[in-house]
Structure formats: C-alpha cells, structure tokens
T-cell receptor, first 112, second 114 residues
Framework: SQTIHQWPATLVQPVGSPLSLECTVE??????LYWYRQAAGRGLQLLFY??????ISSEVPQNLSASRPQDRQFILSSKKLLLSDSGFYLC???????????FGPGTRLTVL | AQSVSQHNHHVILSEAASLELGCNYSYGGTVNLFWYVQYPGQHLQLLLKYFSGDPLVKGIKGFEAEFIKSKFSFNLRKPSVQWSDTAEYFCAVNAPWGNNRLAFGKGNQVVVIP
C-alpha cells in the first residue's frame, strides 16, 4: 500500500532563517505531488505541484520554492523565512491530476 | 473567479442530530467532487468522492453526499451524528479550470456534544 511521510512534524524557526521541509511517498511510481498550506478558517491553499522529476508549477508567488530531486521526493524550501510563512504545510500525492489526492500528516511551522 | 463555497464554518450539534453541510462550486463543466475530513490530531483523509454515475454517493462512517448538477452543489449528510464525528470537513472540486487542480472550500468545523 502507499504511504506518505513528512518531516519534521513541527518546526520553530527565526525570521530570516532557511527552511527545508521534506515529503516522500512509498508504494507508487511517478506520482503527482503537491504542497498545500492550511490556515484556520481559510481551507487549503495549493502552493506547488509536480507531475515529474524536476517539473514544478507554482500557484502563488511567495517566499517559498519547491523541488523534486527524485521521483517520490518533494521538498519545500525558503532562503529567508518571513513571519507570514507560519502555518501548517501539507504534502499530498495522486496518481493523476484528476484522481483522489492523499495527504501526509503535515508540518506545523512557526516563524518567530 | 472559480471557487468552492462552504457556509456556516462552525457547526455545533448534539449526538443523534442530523448533519448537513453545504458545498457549492462555480464551474459549469465536468467536475470531480470530494469531501475530506480531518479529525483532531489526524491526517486529512478522504470521506467520499463523486466522479460519475449515481449522484448519491455513500462514504465511510455513515456519511453520504448528493451531487445536484443543476444547483452546482455536493452537500454532505449524516442522519445521526456521534461524538466521534467532531472534525473539520472540507469540500473539494477538481475541474479543468487551471489544469485540473483541486480547489478546496474553507471548511466546516463540526463539534458534536455528547
């Protein structure tokens, strides 16, 4: 069966520091991968998605970037965190762009 | 702009009461529809989905949803809730607008009082 992992589970970082959040998927090949940010009362906002290695589409201009160095690995990064980057970040995968998306446990990021 | 609307963000009800959460979307073509649930401290997980066929879809834990194309709606229902149904519920729509990306509503925070 397929599983999706995210780490770390929680992270507290100072403003201006770099960020690297990792997401890996097991049990499937060539998945579509997604990064979302979830804010209370505002639902899920799609940040990036990827249909293959090295292929990244950005949904919202921001302080963040994403990379997909391997087929089942998706990384969310920032060179310098802002206070507004605080939030709950979710990674998801699907077999195709129209199929069900399956979500990881998420990373709670607090920027101080 | 294309969007997914969920009303009544906070819902409080007693056990055994009936629950209905509304979901409306603003796209006139073919869509795939989902309801996700996030229990306290747990992953976001799929509750049910509609791709085609019978517009009345049954999901896990006694939930069902009805797709009404003419009303652009996909409302979620459960006849008798339990305390364990306390969770946040998200409607999501996948449509050809913007390359088939999944658009989420803002969610309904449901609290069931024992």
């Amino acid at each position: 069966s397929q599983t999706i992992h995210q780490w770390p589970a929680t992270l507290v970082q100072p403003v201006g520091s770099p960020l690297s959040l990792e997401c890996t998927v097991e049990g499937t090949s060539n998945p579509n991968l997604y990064w979302y940010r979830q804010a209370a009362g505002r639902g899920l906002q799609l940040l990036f998605y990827s249909v293959g290695i090295g292929q990244i589409s950005s949904e919202v201009p921001q302080n963040l970037s994403a990379s997909r160095p391997q087929d089942r690995q998706f990384i969310l990064s920032s060179k310098k965190l802002l206070l507004s980057d605080s939030g709950f970040y979710l990674c998801a995968w699907s077999t195709t762009s129209t199929d069900t998306q399956y979500f990881g446990p998420g990373t709670r990021l607090t920027v101080l | 702009a294309q969007s997914v609307s969920q009303h009544n963000h906070h819902v409080i009800l007693s056990e055994a009461a009936s629950l209905e959460l509304g979901c409306n979307y603003s796209y006139g073509g073919t869509v795939n529809l989902f309801w996700y649930v996030q229990y306290p401290g747990q992953h976001l997980q799929l509750l049910l989905k509609y791709f085609s066929g019978d517009p009345l879809v049954k999901g896990i834990k006694g939930f069902e949803a009805e797709f009404i194309k003419s009303k652009f709606s996909f409302n979620l229902r459960k006849p008798s809730v339990q305390w364990s149904d306390t969770a946040e519920y998200f409607c999501a729509v996948n449509a050809p607008w913007g390359n088939n990306r999944l658009a989420f509503g803002k969610g309904n925070q449901v609290v069931v009082i024992p």
